[in-house]
């Protein structure tokens, strides 16, 4: 492969590398080309699974700080770079490799974090960002009890929990704001309101009586 091409597959591994919430190595051997397509398509919109070059591949990893894959990077190779919820792609992929035993999940990168293999079926396991906050709708719901059942979570649910609470309270911020606009412009037109009824022809009336 030409010096510039080489390059070019650098650069956009790189950019991968940062663009992603996850990407999980993965060994191929033994898979049909069907096999594959059937797993691209099940990480979900906006991921991508693609076979790489090992040296090339490292060498994109040492240049985004991820240099602890390079021992993972030996035989064949293909990436599952992950856009959204890295935890809905983990469980694709361990759904996957229960089905099609040859692919085998080497470890990767999860919000910046370098993973082992194990580390990335432990996040299969952690429930979605949907799933944490219906149960803490459901447990706001009902008594005390079920909600401190819930914050005895572990610790990696909490922190997903906690991050998924802020992003809902950031997305429900701009409705917020308008009905206190509201009431600020109601606050404003009280004092003139009352001045009016002053200089009113009636009130004047009272005052001479």
Do not use: C, H, W
Not at 47 to 67: E, I, M, P
């Amino acid at each position: 492969m030409p010096t510039q091409a080489k390059a070019a597959v650098i650069d956009e591994i790189t950019e991968r590398f940062q663009n992603s919430s996850a990407a999980v190595l993965t060994e191929y051997r033994g898979l049909t080309v069907a096999q594959l397509t059937q797993l691209r398509r099940s990480l979900g919109e906006g991921s991508s699974y693609a076979v790489v070059k090992n040296t090339l591949t490292k060498r994109a990893a040492d240049s985004v700080g991820f240099s602890d894959l390079g021992p993972l990077l030996t035989g064949p190779t293909a990436i599952a770079f992950i856009e959204g919820d890295p935890v809905n792609a983990a469980k694709a992929i361990r759904d996957f490799a229960r089905a099609n035993p040859l692919l085998v999940v080497k470890g990767g990168v999860v919000e910046g974090r370098t993973v082992d293999a194990a580390e990335v079926t432990r996040l299969a396991d952690v429930e979605s960002r949907e799933v944490l906050l219906a149960k803490l709708a459901g447990a706001m719901k009902g008594n005390l009890t079920k909600a401190a059942g819930l914050f005895q979570a572990p610790l990696s649910q909490v922190a997903r929990l906690a991050a998924a609470l802020q992003e809902k309270k950031a997305a429900d911020a701009p409705a917020a704001e308008a009905p206190a606009a509201a009431d600020t412009a109601a606050a404003d037109t009280t004092p003139d309101t009352a001045a009016q009824a002053t200089d009113s022809p009636a009130a004047d009336a009272a005052s001479d009586d």
